[in-house]
């Protein structure tokens, strides 16, 4: 049967491209032309910051001594975990070499980027994990230098978790700039930082804007958007469990997309009874959000069947996918588009937003059809090489100038030539594809 939607949403998550680059763009022109001093008269203009940019050790010691020692332990305990998975991922990858023909030795290597540069967000939230999830891969990976940057309060500065946080995980340094022009210092290699080779971290849209328009001169690990989750749940499932989670991540942004997806509309009722008391309890600001995001862009769509639920699923391909229901091994066998997977009830999506271990930078807006999220993998160039005997090269030369010819590349088949003439002067070589 077809989709029944018994919750529709009005909004889809996009935002106004053309103004947002217009403005990011003329930000970041002026910074690479005017460089520190541009980027410091940035920081005071749009986070009335005048302080230090560059964190001294005596700065990061102090903010290490405002966190308090439970919260520290938790830190530590996140880290270990997300590095242990990070050391997992890097382990995956192996460098190898395979004779393709007798003489011709071909191979792969894997090689971390040299310069990265973390954008942790601290703007209405302070994104502890996001420096977890970023600095501690790239240090997994090998980087040679790892420059964290993140938004600062009036006052205040940083927050001095991230501050902890960025510095336990292996940050080279930590600058004190958030936003475009956070973002234009570690691309353009400002405060004496090398320039990135690749910039990660999620961000608002001026920060994903930054990073769009940055893309080809810098590698970046996604373009983002609004941060989006999506619930599979049958007649097992507990409705306030589901309906807690979708509240959960709806707190994220009044743009973030929340999806309900069962095959039992009593559970479907029970879970629309709930919201909306649940989202009522938060504190101001988690409940704008919340309330914004559950009236503009959530949905709650009743299936016949569980095949039907994962093909749905499918073509949302959420950055976060839960799974409430019976037979998990099915669904993870059969489930093909998500950022990151979370089985059960007995897991859940803010588990992996800040302490299980997986990566939480996770392609969004319908990107996990064609990509994952932030890993090793992404700080890691798989590179290739070739090595040939002369007798080796002597078929591949031969090919080579024969297609190349076909193409009407001639330069390209005269490389082939000069080789055959030079190993084999005795030998007569057909080098013409009509041949």
Request: charge should be negative.
């Amino acid at each position: 049967m077809a989709l029944q939607y018994l919750k529709k949403a009005p909004k889809t998550a996009t935002s106004d491209s053309g103004e947002t680059r217009e403005i990011v763009q003329k930000i970041l022109s002026e910074i690479e032309e005017g460089r520190e001093e541009a980027a410091r008269k940035y920081a005071i203009q749009l986070d009335k910051y005048d302080g230090n940019i560059v964190l001294t050790s005596d700065e990061i010691a102090e903010a290490k001594s405002k966190v308090s020692q439970k919260l520290q332990d938790d830190i530590r305990f996140a880290h270990d975990n997300v590095r242990r998975f990070a050391e997992a991922q890097r382990d995956s990858m192996q460098d190898f070499s395979l004779d393709l023909v007798p003489g011709l030795t071909t191979g792969q290597r894997t090689i971390p980027c040299r310069s990265v540069g973390c954008y942790v967000p601290g703007g209405r939230y302070s994104h502890v994990a996001s420096a977890i999830m970023t600095v501690t891969t790239a240090k997994v990976a090998g980087c040679q230098y790892i420059t964290a940057c993140s938004p600062t309060r009036p006052g205040v500065g940083i927050n001095p978790a991230i501050i902890y946080t960025a510095d336990l995980c292996g940050a080279d340094r930590i600058l004190a700039l958030g936003g475009v022009q956070g973002i234009a210092s570690m691309a353009f290699g400002l405060f004496d930082c090398p320039p990135a080779d690749i910039l990660v971290g999620p961000g608002n849209q001026f920060v994903a804007e930054a990073k769009r328009i940055l893309f080809g001169r810098v590698g970046i690990d996604m373009f983002a958007g609004p941060t989006d989750s999506l619930i599979l749940a049958d007649a097992s499932a507990d409705p306030m469990v589901v309906a807690a989670d979708l509240v959960g991540q709806a707190e994220h942004g009044y743009n973030s997309p929340v999806w309900l997806v069962t095959d039992d509309e009593k559970l479907a009722q029970d879970v629309l009874k709930l919201v909306p008391a649940l989202i009522a309890d938060l504190p101001e600001t988690n409940r704008l959000n919340a309330e914004a995001a559950w009236r503009d862009y959530a949905e709650v769509i009743l299936c016949s069947s569980r095949e039907e639920m994962a093909a749905t699923s499918d073509n949302y391909a959420p950055e976060h996918l839960t799974v409430q229901a019976a037979d998990l091994d099915w669904w993870l066998n059969r489930l093909q588009c998500y950022g990151s997977l979370f089985l059960g009830e007995e897991t859940t999506v803010a588990f992996g937003d800040k302490a299980s271990g997986p990566n939480h930078v996770l392609p969004t807006s319908g990107a996990a059809r064609y990509t994952g999220g932030l890993s090793v993998h992404k700080y890691m160039k798989v590179v290739t090489w070739q090595r040939a005997t002369r007798e080796g090269a002597r078929p591949i030369a031969e090919a080579t100038a024969r297609i190349s010819r076909l193409e009407g590349m001639e330069g390209h088949a005269r490389t082939a030539d000069i080789r055959l003439k030079k190993y084999f002067p005795d030998t007569q070589f057909e080098l013409n594809a009509s041949a």
